[in-house]
Nanobody, 116 residues
Framework: QVQLVESGGGLVQPGGSLRLSCAAS????????LDWYRQAPGKQREQVAT???????RYADSVKGRFTISRDNAKNTVYLQMNNLKPEDTAVYYC??????????WGQGTQVTVSS
């Protein structure tokens, strides 16, 4: 059974940093593409960052230069380093994994709140 477990969310002041982690189990992690999504209250879920099995990355324009996605295949974990956080980054953050046969799995989400 595939499981994704996020951690690292919390309350941070504007300009601060957080690092989210998503630990995966039950799949051949190194072959899978990984994404971070977020959903703010009253808004649709949006894609924030992607990292492929070959470690290529893409970012939403709203987070370019501030967020960094990375993966550690030895630990079956994907990370999202978030710097210079803004109030508009407040959302529930989800990790998503897509395996080689295009099955998609989601984590349960972790809350990030940026407020003074």
């Amino acid at each position: 059974q595939v499981q994704l477990v996020e951690s690292g969310g919390g309350l941070v002041q504007p300009g601060g940093s957080l690092r989210l982690s998503c630990a995966a189990s039950g799949s051949i992690f190194r072959l899978n593409a990984l994404d971070w999504y977020r959903q703010a209250p009253g808004k649709q879920r949006e894609q924030v960052a992607t990292i492929t099995s070959g470690a290529s990355t893409r970012y939403a324009d709203s987070v370019k230069g501030r967020f960094t996605i990375s993966r550690d295949n030895a630990k079956n974990t994907v990370y999202l380093q978030m710097n210079n956080l803004k109030p508009e980054d407040t959302a529930v953050y989800y990790c998503r994994m897509t395996n080689v046969v295009l099955n998609i799995y989601w984590g349960q989400g972790t809350q990030v709140t940026v407020s003074s």
